[in-house]
């Protein structure tokens, strides 16, 4: 598995970028408000999809806990916990879902390149839709069965490896075990969850230029 989610060291470094990144996407923000006095609030829509699939899964696992304590829920009958996974995968999630930071960031400097906001909703969906597996690990979290650990090591290692690393025939490029190096940041830039948001970026911009042409063309005729 990748080193960033097998040391806190690794982990605490990706989430100082991240709030750097997101305190220097507000602050560029503002100045664009000022200047324009352009409302840049739908910008704000990839960092709370980031805050929801960082923290959610941890709270679907309180509320499936909650249950299992008040007896609304059947538990397993290898019993279950308050296990350590709900305070630490918050931080592992993030680092994932990095790529709603970048997202935000993209859309607070440059508000209008293209088709932005469109293009935005498309990155935030594509990128949302594997978190779905995140979330279904929220039962693993407080359960008590053997090898609770290796099926979440399995996920996380799913969404954080280059796509690269699925489709190559036989064995992957060794560049991708260079720790955190150059091969750290290829892999995180080619993980699926970012590789979506990029693409669902590209199709929102590819549908708003299609759309503005036809508008305009459609303008002109008449």
Known sequence: MLPILTSDLYNYLALA?????????????????????QSLAWTQVPLIAFAIASIGPSAF??????????????PEPSGYS????IRELPFDFAVINWGFVALYLTCRLWPNFGSARS????????MSLPNVFLF????????NASGVGQGIGVTEAMLILP????IWPGTYPSIFDAGFGIGFVISALMAPIPFFGLIGWLVGQLIGW?????????TERS
């Open 136 to 143: 279904a690990l929220a039962w693993e979290m407080v359960s």
């Open 17 to 37: 970028v991240l709030l750097l990144a997101i305190l220097f996407g507000y602050r560029k923000g503002r100045d664009v408000v000022s200047v324009s006095s």
């Open 61 to 74: 696992a309180i509320i499936i806990y909650l249950g299992y304590k008040f007896g609304l829920i059947q």
């Open 163 to 166: 796509i690269i690393t699925i």
């Open 82 to 85: 308050f296990s350590i996974f």
């Open 210 to 218: 299609t759309a503005s042409n036809f508008l305009r063309k459609a």
């Open 119 to 126: 293009a935005m909703w498309l990155s935030v969906v594509a």
